[in-house]
């Protein structure tokens, strides 16, 4: 019971938290967004709640109510901020939809998202226990943080006899706590996280496009997501990769919202789910790397001093996620085909193995083409030849994120042409889901882009 | 995979309190399901189904996992690997304790 509380409470401090730093608007687009990183907000936290009490021998739930007191003053912290800032700086600018949303969209786009859904529940229902990533890592780990004899050397010992021993924790530590609210064992904590995710993810494309571009765009970007059936299948695999595509999405429309409004709380929110990214899986370390880098390149001479301002609120919200990342980056010995510095060696040599690239563009490119089984690319043709001009960006953000998203999946390429492991086997068993991360956050931007812009409301 | 994760739930409850469990089996692989043809499938299968009870796949302790392929099997090593046979589920999960 009262781990159950402590959970609760870490979800109403991080409501509060992103209240804050979001603002109360009304909107039902911000509303949405709200809801949402809320929810990946509070998974971040009581995995990171769980990870920390063990390592300061501390009880799970005293750590996670210290945790919700610490997110609730960081809450309180950012309202009297805000009070004390410039009144334009508060919850107006949100897009009032004058446009009616043709039927034909309305009704599509609401068929296909709730096929979708059923669909993911059903796939979910029919495996519970997920696919082998699932229970042989991420569900299985939880176990390493549950008891009430565990201590810190323990969990290190017992974590070097898994498969990616210091892999980040964030679904791990999540289901831990999960499994000392409910006191049994169950396949409820994964699941519930996986349909969660799922959720937040149409939330938060829908809520920011129907914030910042409008209705139309709304429908339009939930439509596309729901047309990709790799996202409710990646995520009926109850790991970790929907949970790292919500958090990418998560970064790109928060920084979105933050720049085009030029407020500083977005932005903020925007690090702690890049941070969320990196404590999710280690390709969430290559985003942080590809967004910072981006937003150095695309800079131009005349705005440095705001991309530094941008770049500085970025970490300083990833910095508590990125320090539990590194704690167990630095504290688990056992090392990883990442790290391993003979591996590595062999891995540069690929670099030079020509032949080793024309299966990776010839996976890439064909898993691209058949996302949503083609429909998608289909839809964005349509889109693009209906709205040819592109809506002209006032900010770097419009190279930035997309700049950030392509350089990703380039680095992903690159670990397919450079691993040590058989590359059809890797193609194969990770191509698919490795896009999925990227799949919500390129339709947003691609939305965002084409969308016409409605009528904004009065500061 | 269900199945199989069932096959341990009747000595889930009946386990000792012992702070960890080697494992023993008599399988290298297992074919439930899409890649238990790899080698530990079988180990990392028990450690899941047990889960949160610590599970290592050491079958030197004291207090061994067994899972075989059925009772006979799980009684034929145990005996052959010097164990008394604790606890027997009677589909081939045992709970085998080191002689003295």
């Known amino acids: 019971m009262i781990a159950l509380l402590a959970l609760a409470a870490q979800a109403l401090a991080c409501g509060a938290l992103v209240r804050a730093l979001l603002g109360a608007d009304r909107c039902v687009g911000l509303a949405a ?45 950012a309202t009297r901020t805000r009070r004390s800032s410039c009144a334009g700086d508060v919850d107006a600018g949100h897009v009032v939809s004058t446009q009616t949303v043709p ?7 609401s068929v296909c998202v709730t096929l979708a859904f059923v669909s993911c529940l059903l ?12 229970w042989c ?26 498969e990616h021993p210091p892999y980040p924790f964030l679904v791990p530590g999540f289901l831990a706590q999960w499994m000392d609210a409910l006191g049994v064992r169950s396949t409820s904590g994964p699941i519930f996280l996986a349909l969660g995710f799922v959720l937040a993810s149409g939330m938060a494309l829908g809520g920011t496009l129907r914030n910042l571009r409008g209705s139309r765009a709304a429908w339009f970007g939930l439509l596309m997501l729901a047309g990709v059936h790799q996202f409710p299948q990646k995520a009926a695999d109850l790991a970790a990769d929907v949970p ?29 789910c890049l941070g969320c990214a990196t404590w999710t899986k280690n390709e969430g370390m290559l985003a942080l790397v590809c967004f910072l880098l981006c937003a150095v390149l695309c800079s131009g001479a005349s705005r440095r001093s705001a991309s530094a301002r941008r770049i500085a609120l970025l970490l300083a919200g990833a910095l508590p996620f990125l320090g539990l990342t ?8 056992a090392l990883t085909d990442l790290v391993d510095a003979a591996v590595n060696q062999g891995s540069l040599v690929h670099l030079t193995e020509f032949e080793r690239y024309q299966p990776v563009l010839r996976k890439v490119g064909k898993e691209i083409f058949e996302l949503g089984n083609g429909l998608v690319l289909l839809l964005i043709l349509l889109a693009w030849c209906r709205q040819p001009t592109l809506v002209p960006r006032k900010d770097t953000a419009g190279r930035w994120l997309p700049a950030a998203l392509l350089s990703i999946l380039f680095g992903y390429s690159v670990v397919y042409v450079t691993t040590p492991l058989n590359q059809d086997y890797h193609l194969i068993t990770s191509c698919v889901r490795l896009l999925v991360h990227l799949v919500p956050a390129s339709v947003f931007l691609l939305v965002f882009a084409i969308a016409e812009r409605e009528h904004t409301a009065p500061a | 995979m269900g199945p199989y994760i069932a096959r341990f739930e009747p000595l889930l409850s009946r386990l000792p309190a012992q702070s960890k469990f080697g494992f023993v089996s008599d399988q290298a692989t297992r074919s439930e399901g899409p890649h238990l043809e790899i080698a530990g499938a079988p180990y990392m299968l028990a450690r899941y189904a047990v889960r949160p009870v610590r599970l290592v796949d050491d079958a030197q302790l004291t207090w061994v996992i067994g899972d075989f392929e059925n009772a006979a099997a799980a009684h034929a090593a145990a005996a052959g690997r010097g164990f008394d046979v604790v606890i027997d589920c009677g589909n081939g999960v045992v709970l085998l304790r080191r002689k003295p």
């Open chain 1, 244 to 272: 790292l595509a919500f958090y990418l999405l998560g970064t790109v429309t928060l920084l979105q919202l933050g720049i085009e409004r030029g407020r500083s709380g977005p932005l903020l929110l925007a690090g702690a």
């Open chain 1, 123 to 134: 796939y979910t229902l029919g495996r519970p226990h997920g696919s082998w990533d699932a």
């Open chain 1, 326 to 333: 590194l704690l167990l980056k630095i504290e688990v010995p």
């Open chain 1, 103 to 109: 039927v034909w969209l309305r009704t599509l786009a």
């Open chain 1, 137 to 162: 890592m991420w569900s299985a780990k939880a176990s390493l943080l549950h008891g009430p004899d565990r201590t810190w050397q323990q969990f290190v010992v017992d974590l070097g006899t898994y």
């Open chain 1, 33 to 77: 967004q709200r809801v949402a990183i809320t929810f990946g907000l509070w998974a971040g936290v009581t995995s990171g709640a769980s990870v920390l009490a063990l390592r300061m021998h501390q009880a799970r739930t005293v750590t996670g109510f210290v945790a919700a007191l610490v997110v609730c003053a960081l809450a309180w912290a």
